[in-house]
DNA sequence: TAGTCTGGGCTTTTT
DNA sequence: GCCCAGACTA
């Protein structure tokens, strides 16, 4: 049938194979998604099973839709089999599902909201402050890390090893903080696993229930499964499961946040009859490119070889080039677009720029500005991590559940409404000595002119908590009538909200439209309504802005392009440091998922691969010189061209890669202004004496002894110091 | 209470 | 270099 002649043989075999546990192990560019669409096709067409036994989960909601409109064109029309009923979704959202569902037997009620990981950070350092730690000592993001690891691992506060003074904090903070999410009526994302998981294991009926459900079960980039995620599959299929699981090990990346891909192996380990498929025609990108990534991670220690091949011709060379610094490194890419642009090898939108942290983004966004050439940026905070955009959730989040403590917090004084830390940290005393929610008091004191609280405020301050008392009590009221725009804007206008973020510039103005453009998500979710709005915007994430209309380079971290491919594909940076991120220096794990990564973006290269260096370059502010990253000799010599000499090996090529940029750096080199004993003036410290100057790092750095302020180190280039005649 | 200053951080970030 | 939280000042 026709389902089944768009694949090869290899793939036909994973889609055909009889329902069981399946394991497929795709390289890159090998038809992954197309293996699971067309596995889903087979089983409603071929073996007649009905779409709602069958649950696919993915990691991104972008998987989620690319995978339901595949299934949707594959299956359409003709076979008059809706896909509807398939249960398609992440982790996370199914998850959330469920515990809606049951919420019952959960903590929470079934309107609980999520929170996202600058929330729980919040949250945490509220809980900390409470524990009287120092932030210095024991910082928030960390304690969080560590719970949500832990929570990932399926350990509760109870049974967290409080093996070391940072443990029992964080033991302690756990528990806490639990306790704090629920008075919020809260859940984070890793609780979403976590309670669904422990409810499945508590509940032998409903873990019948959901089995008998959903006898078929599929999964995406199964390489990047937690031991949470993997629990909750495990729980779902049973022994005797169709479990039909795809993934890469080569192209786990995301070790860090609790992904396992040794859960592959214990996949082989718990299920012994599973049928294992290998995938590894690849139909995206040219023979030295593939020669390249496999150059790349044969390397990886430990690792089972895998042949990656393809019928597309070796293609261009690869292009390696070493420009100066990151502004240059930055130009050439915009440069080199635009002769494939106008050569008409490529169209802009074809290219693709790679780097390893966001922070290296703003260098290429500015040399596309002076180019005057759009580009399109897959970043961090676009959009939902906006503080104009958290606002209005937060104010959306309160009016939902006016329990939502966190959210009162962030919006009570913003726009700034003379409610100062005193009335707060007044209205948290008057909260907990009444055992409510602080907006369970706000309430109050709008509603009830006798409320008994009022006494706990002075005149000014139980005027400006009424008032806000009373906005919220009417935009409940609004919210009860269904009306989500309206309620956006009610609480727009009752804010002034735009006179707040809107000064007239144009960040201002940018900032306002973020806030109309989530009305225009929110105008969406009109029948849906305010809980499965909120649920939207929790979920949704970063990867899920990316636009294809625009006919611009795309910008974006190696860890964003994964599932993606482009015709031409730069990867900058590759400086020993940044990729491999001197980070993971020290863990050979994390080394070794460095590798990974870059091999994750060399295979996103469809024809042209272009690997750029800089020889200095800028981190946190001081520039200096650079050694090439040890992954670019792993690449086979004979597929290169370009300017780079490092991949000469040997120290005779490092020696001339300095001396060809000699000239360069000399005519920056930093010339020392400052002789010990001569008499200087600064501008906040007054006068003082050389002690000392010497040049770090392209700076002149001056120990001075002031005659009121003492001995300071400074650098030359910021201190603006002044020299005086003896 | 609301603005300004300062110091200490700094990867990646599917949900 | 740039951002954020908390301290500090008007």
């Given at each position: 049938m026709?389902l089944?002649?768009?694949?090869?043989?290899q793939?036909?075999?994973?889609?055909?194979?009889?329902?069981?546990p399946?394991?497929?192990?795709?390289?890159?560019?090998s038809?992954k998604?197309?293996?699971l669409?067309?596995?889903?096709?087979?089983?409603i067409?071929?073996?007649?099973?009905?779409?709602?036994?069958?649950?696919?989960?993915?990691f991104t909601n972008?998987?989620?839709?690319?995978?339901?409109?595949?299934?949707?064109?594959?299956?359409g029309g003709?076979?008059?089999?809706?896909t509807s009923?398939?249960?398609?979704?992440?982790f996370h959202?199914?998850?959330?599902r469920?515990i809606r569902?049951?919420a019952?037997?959960?903590p929470?009620?079934?309107?609980?909201v999520?929170?996202?990981?600058?929330?729980?950070i919040?949250?945490?350092?509220?809980?900390?402050?409470?524990?009287?730690t120092d932030p210095?000592?024991?910082?928030?993001?960390r304690v969080?890390?560590?719970?949500?690891?832990?929570?990932?691992?399926?350990?509760?506060p109870?049974?967290?090893?409080?093996?070391?003074?940072?443990?029992?904090?964080a033991?302690r903070?756990?528990?806490?903080y639990q306790?704090?999410?629920?008075e919020?009526?809260?859940?984070d994302?890793?609780?979403?696993l976590f309670?669904?998981?422990?409810?499945?294991?508590?509940q032998?009926?409903?873990?019948?229930?959901?089995?008998?459900?959903?006898?078929?079960i599929?999964v995406?980039?199964?390489?990047?499964?937690?031991?949470?995620?993997?629990?909750?599959l495990?729980?779902?299929?049973?022994?005797?499961?169709?479990?039909?699981?795809?993934?890469?090990?080569?192209?786990?990346?995301?070790r860090?946040?609790?992904?396992?891909?040794?859960n592959?192996?214990?996949?082989?380990?718990?299920?012994?009859?599973?049928?294992?498929?290998l995938?590894?025609?690849?139909y995206r990108s040219?023979?030295?490119?593939?020669d390249?990534?496999?150059?790349?991670?044969?390397?990886?220690?430990?690792r089972q070889?895998k042949?990656?091949?393809?019928?597309?011709g070796?293609g261009?060379?690869?292009?390696?080039?070493?420009?100066?610094?990151?502004?240059?490194?930055?130009?050439?890419?915009?440069?080199?677009?635009?002769a494939?642009t106008?050569?008409?090898?490529?169209?802009?939108?074809?290219?693709?720029?790679?780097?390893?942290?966001?922070a290296?983004?703003r260098?290429v966004?500015?040399?596309?500005?002076?180019?005057?050439?759009?580009y399109?940026?897959?970043?961090?905070?676009?959009?939902?991590?906006?503080?104009?955009?958290?606002?209005i959730?937060a104010?959306?989040?309160?009016?939902?559940?006016?329990?939502?403590?966190?959210?009162?917090?962030?919006?009570?004084?913003?726009p700034?409404?003379?409610?100062?830390?005193?009335?707060?940290a007044?209205?948290?005393?008057?909260a907990e000595?009444?055992?409510?929610?602080?907006?369970?008091?706000?309430l109050?004191?709008a509603?009830n002119?006798?409320?008994?609280?009022?006494?706990?405020?002075?005149?000014r301050?139980?005027?400006?908590?009424t008032?806000?008392?009373?906005?919220?009590?009417?935009?409940?009221?609004?919210?009860?009538?269904?009306?989500?725009?309206s309620?956006?804007d009610?609480?727009?206008?009752d804010?002034?909200?735009?006179?707040?973020?809107?000064?007239g510039?144009e960040?201002g103005?940018?900032?306002?439209?973020?806030?109309?453009?989530?009305?225009?998500?929110?105008?969406e979710?009109?029948?849906?309504g305010?809980?499965?709005?909120?649920?939207?915007?929790?979920?949704?994430?970063?990867q899920d802005?990316?636009?294809?209309a625009?006919?611009?380079?795309?910008?974006?971290?190696?860890?964003a392009?994964?599932?993606?491919?482009f015709?031409v594909?730069?990867?900058?940076?590759?400086d020993?440091g940044?990729i491999?991120?001197?980070r993971s220096?020290?863990?050979?794990?994390?080394?070794?998922?460095?590798r990974?990564?870059?091999?994750?973006?060399?295979?996103?290269?469809?024809?042209?691969?272009i690997?750029?260096r800089a020889f200095r370059r800028?981190?946190?502010?001081?520039?200096?010189?650079t050694?090439?990253?040890?992954?670019?000799?792993?690449?086979?010599?004979?597929?290169?061209?370009g300017?780079?000499m490092?991949?000469?090996?040997?120290?005779?090529?490092?020696?001339?890669?300095q001396?060809?940029?000699?000239?360069?750096a000399?005519?920056?080199?930093?010339?020392?202004?400052?002789?010990?004993?001569?008499?200087?003036?600064?501008s906040?410290?007054?006068?003082?004496?050389?002690?000392?100057s010497?040049?770090?790092?392209?700076?002149?750095?001056?120990?001075?002894?002031?005659?009121?302020?003492?001995?300071?180190?400074?650098?030359?280039?910021?201190?603006?110091?002044?020299?005086?005649?003896?």
């Amino acid at each position: 049938m026709k389902l089944l002649d768009e694949l090869n043989p290899q793939q036909r075999q994973a889609v055909t194979a009889l329902p069981g546990p399946v394991l497929v192990l795709a390289g890159p560019g090998s038809g992954k998604t197309r293996v699971l669409t067309h596995r889903i096709g087979f089983l409603i067409a071929n073996l007649g099973i009905r779409p709602s036994e069958i649950m696919a989960v993915t990691f991104t909601n972008k998987a989620a839709r690319e995978m339901r409109s595949r299934v949707e064109k594959l299956l359409g029309g003709d076979s008059g089999v809706g896909t509807s009923g398939i249960s398609l979704g992440t982790f996370h959202s199914f998850c959330a599902r469920m515990i809606r569902r049951e919420a019952d037997q959960f903590p929470v009620t079934r309107d609980f909201v999520i929170f996202d990981e600058s929330d729980q950070i919040t949250l945490m350092r509220q809980v900390l402050k409470r524990l009287n730690t120092d932030p210095k000592q024991i910082h928030p993001t960390r304690v969080r890390n560590a719970i949500s690891s832990a929570k990932n691992e399926l350990i509760s506060p109870d049974v967290f090893a409080a093996n070391n003074y940072f443990n029992e904090v964080a033991r302690r903070a756990y528990e806490d903080y639990q306790h704090q999410l629920l008075e919020s009526n809260a859940l984070d994302f890793d609780d979403l696993l976590f309670l669904a998981v422990r409810i499945l294991q508590e509940q032998e009926a409903l873990r019948q229930e959901y089995r008998r459900r959903y006898p078929h079960i599929l999964v995406d980039e199964f390489q990047d499964t937690n031991t949470a995620q993997y629990s909750l599959l495990r729980l779902l299929a049973g022994d005797e499961p169709d479990l039909f699981v795809v993934g890469d090990p080569d192209q786990s990346i995301y070790r860090w946040r609790g992904a396992d891909y040794r859960n592959v192996l214990r996949f082989q380990e718990d299920y012994p009859q599973a049928q294992t498929f290998l995938l590894e025609q690849n139909y995206r990108s040219t023979q030295n490119i593939l020669d390249a990534a496999m150059g790349v991670i044969d390397k990886h220690p430990g690792r089972q070889r895998k042949r990656l091949f393809t019928d597309h011709g070796p293609g261009p060379l690869i292009k390696i080039h070493e420009a100066y610094d990151e502004v240059d490194e930055a130009n050439t890419v915009v440069e080199t677009i635009a002769a494939l642009t106008l050569s008409g090898e490529a169209e802009p939108g074809d290219c693709a720029v790679m780097y390893r942290t966001n922070a290296q983004s703003r260098v290429v966004e500015e040399a596309f500005l002076r180019a005057g050439l759009p580009y399109k940026l897959v970043g961090a905070q676009y959009f939902y991590g906006r503080r104009e955009v958290k606002d209005i959730i937060a104010y959306l989040r309160l009016v939902h559940n006016p329990e939502d403590q966190l959210s009162l917090l962030r919006v009570l004084n913003v726009p700034p409404r003379s409610i100062g830390n005193k009335t707060i940290a007044a209205l948290i005393e008057t909260a907990e000595e009444a055992d409510l929610s602080p907006g369970k008091i706000l309430l109050d004191l709008a509603m009830n002119p006798a409320s008994p609280y009022r006494e706990g405020f002075k005149g000014r301050a139980a005027i400006a908590l009424t008032g806000f008392g009373e906005m919220l009590t009417g935009w409940i009221e609004l919210s009860a009538q269904g009306n989500l725009a309206s309620l956006i804007d009610r609480v727009l206008i009752d804010t002034d909200y735009r006179a707040y973020i809107d000064d007239g510039s144009e960040e201002g103005e940018e900032r306002w439209e973020n806030v109309l453009e989530l009305k225009a998500v929110a105008d969406e979710y009109e029948e849906l309504g305010l809980t499965l709005f909120l649920e939207h915007v929790a979920l949704i994430s970063d990867q899920d802005t990316l636009t294809e209309a625009q006919n611009a380079p795309t910008l974006l971290t190696l860890h964003a392009a994964k599932g993606l491919e482009f015709p031409v594909v730069f990867i900058i940076g590759l400086d020993d440091g940044m990729i491999p991120h001197q980070r993971s220096f020290d863990d050979g794990e994390a080394m070794a998922e460095e590798r990974r990564l870059f091999y994750v973006g060399v295979t996103r290269a469809m024809t042209h691969l272009i690997l750029v260096r800089a020889f200095r370059r800028r981190v946190f502010g001081t520039s200096s010189i650079t050694d090439p990253s040890g992954y670019l000799e792993d690449l086979p010599a004979d597929l290169l061209e370009g300017d780079y000499m490092g991949i000469m090996t040997s120290d005779q090529a490092a020696y001339q890669r300095q001396t060809d940029w000699r000239w360069k750096a000399q005519s920056i080199e930093v010339q020392p202004q400052f002789r010990v004993g001569m008499r200087v003036r600064h501008s906040s410290f007054g006068e003082g004496i050389v002690m000392e100057s010497r040049i770090e790092q392209d700076d002149e750095e001056v120990t001075i002894a002031f005659e009121s302020f003492g001995i300071k180190v400074l650098a030359a280039s910021l201190a603006n110091l002044e020299t005086l005649e003896d």
